[in-house]
């Protein structure tokens, strides 16, 4: 069969009545989510929801005629196809001309600089070629789908033949797009970014104090720890930075890292790092955190400075790395090998915690921002430390598979919203958005102590599907501050725009899945409780960090 009948019967027209919920979800595409879409995502979002919408149209359309039900004709078919016509034209029009206000309402929410215009000249190319992109998909499943219906149908029941042949090309095309294509371009990520990893900057120099992880002296080589592991390593506060704030001599904190490539297994690097934060003196320090990172083995130095500040450097924090992938990535290829590293690391470091002296062991905390967050969370088991606890866990930016977060907050205290829940009036776990913690406010915090940091605008936390089908619970009334007003649920779209989101947006720092410093210093000082701080200091050191912070950008 030539090209040129391959192409005549997919059939490249456009049905009228199929545009019409096509325009539907356009227009749906265009409000507003919970974080500002650059207009190139904002294009590919709105082409794949008109090829939805069609699909639907086109479904719809092949179920009426299947049910022999019967079609318009005449006048009456003309009267029609103009009011879809019209109706089509005022949707896109009604909707392209509201959308730069939509983006920029949300944007002033965030303070960030306004957008212009549409700029249709790279938003229509590239929302058409998205549609058309997905149309042709469709049709060329609908057409081998037929195709081998017909030669089925030699041979059993026609009905028969149908299913066979649908379930036949479904998985083609499973194989084509998970198989083949998905593997293709998740073994270019893989190589991408561990070249990225393997890349040494020379503008860190190896450490020298014994102290330091990768120095001469340590059991880790420097070479072995990674992009995210030099960086980590190299910054955060120095003893003489500790001792220009505080103004009296300080230690530095112990950081402990352990990269990818500084053991075979897991198991091997959990033993390494705890031989590496021994060597260091790490359990000879007031406060012990053990940290799970990011997919890349990334750790937010917002987070880690500000509790290193708080406890004057009398602090040490171990981690290791478990992948080379960004979270989005690892979650879908590698979740659980994170969760078994993390579970790793903890049981090493939390059995050697347990078996020293109560009285004179280190207070022990739980770290991790998004998908750390989540892998700390399935590190341990709740029945192997309910006779002897570590003492908290700050979780931040959590994931909406984050266990422990979605048991809180579906079965939150009546009337507290689901951007914020109480979960038991506090009494173990706590919620925080942009300005300090709450709940449990007539109640004490026991001595376990678990805080949940999350912004109300952080797509990766709120993202569920089922937002496909239902509206989510954090859209009713009364909404975050970040939340724009305009937002509104819209099936199916609401869930790609979340999903789009999740993936690949960006917001400003105390927006989103950015978390900022001063909020992260709210966090540890409830959860930590450092001694000698008063409002003077803790303004002064928010001031500090905010500078230091502008310095190195």
């Not at 290829?333 to 470091?349: D, S």
Request: proline share 8%.
């Amino acid at each position: 069969m030539s090209l040129k009948s391959i192409v005549t019967r997919l059939n490249p027209r456009l049905s009228l009545p199929c545009l019409l919920p096509a325009a539907v979800f356009l227009a749906a595409s265009l409000t507003p989510s919970l974080i500002p879409r650059p207009m190139l995502l904002q294009a590919v979002l709105s082409g794949l929801s008109v090829a939805i919408g069609y699909g639907l149209g086109a479904g719809w359309m092949a179920l009426w005629r299947y049910l022999g039900l019967p079609a318009l004709g005449g006048r009456m078919a003309r009267a029609t196809g103009i009011m879809a016509a019209v109706i089509c034209v005022s949707l896109v029009v009604a909707s392209l001309w509201h959308t730069v206000h939509w983006q920029n309402s949300l944007r002033e929410i965030m303070g960030m600089e306004k957008i212009p215009g549409l700029q249709p000249f790279l938003f229509v190319p590239v929302a058409v070629a998205t549609f058309f992109l997905f149309l042709a998909l469709a049709r060329a499943f609908r057409w081998l789908s037929v195709r081998a219906s017909r030669r089925l149908a030699r041979h059993v029941p026609p009905r028969v033949s149908r299913v066979v042949a649908v379930a036949v090309t479904a998985m083609l095309f499973w194989f084509a797009i998970d198989g083949l294509l998905f593997t293709f371009l998740l073994n270019i990520a893989d190589r991408s970014f561990q070249e990225l990893d393997a890349r040494i900057d020379d503008g860190l120099p190896r450490p020298t104090l014994a102290s330091q992880t990768g120095s001469p002296e340590s059991l880790v080589d420097w070479r072995d720890l990674g992009h995210q592991g030099r960086n980590f390593i190299s910054g955060g506060p120095t003893a003489a930075e500790l001792e220009k704030f505080f103004g009296t001599p300080v230690a530095a904190p112990v950081r402990v890292y352990v990269g990818l490539n500084s053991a075979d297994s897991p198991e091997e690097r959990a033993q390494l790092a705890l031989d590496e934060l021994i060597r260091a003196g790490g359990f000879e320090r007031s406060v012990l955190l053990l940290v799970t990172p990011t997919g890349t083995g990334w750790v937010d130095p917002a987070g880690q400075d500000p509790v290193e500040y708080l406890h004057r450097g009398d602090i040490a924090t171990v981690t290791a790395q478990y992948s080379y992938l960004n979270s989005p990535l690892a979650l879908m290829t590698q979740a659980q090998y994170g969760a078994e590293a993390a579970r790793a690391l903890f049981q090493k470091v939390y059995g050697h915690w347990r078996s020293l002296p109560p009285e004179s062991r280190p207070r022990l905390y739980l770290n991790g921002l998004s998908l750390g967050s989540h892998n700390s969370d399935l590190s341990f088991d709740l029945y192997d430390i309910i006779d002897d606890p570590f003492h908290g866990a700050l979780w931040s930016g959590p994931p909406f598979r984050h266990e422990t977060w979605r048991q809180s907050t579906a079965r939150r205290d009546p009337g507290t919203p689901a951007w914020l829940p109480e979960f038991r009036k506090g009494a173990v776990v706590r919620f925080m958005k942009q300005g300090g913690v709450t709940g449990g406010k007539d109640n004490p915090w026991g001595k376990f102590r678990i805080l949940f940091l999350q912004y109300p605008s952080d797509p990766i936390t709120f993202f569920t599907p089922a937002t496909a089908w239902r509206a989510p619970d954090w859209m009713n009334e009364p909404r975050g501050k970040d939340v724009s007003p305009s937002l509104r649920w819209f099936p199916v779209v609401t869930m790609l725009q979340l999903a789009i989101d999740m993936a690949v947006g960006t917001a400003p720092e105390g927006f989103g899945h950015t978390i900022a410093a001063t909020d992260y210093i709210d966090a540890w000082l409830a959860l930590t409780e450092p001694a000698g701080w008063d409002e003077a200091g803790l303004a002064r050191l928010r001031t500090h960090l905010a500078a230091r912070d502008k310095l190195d950008e």
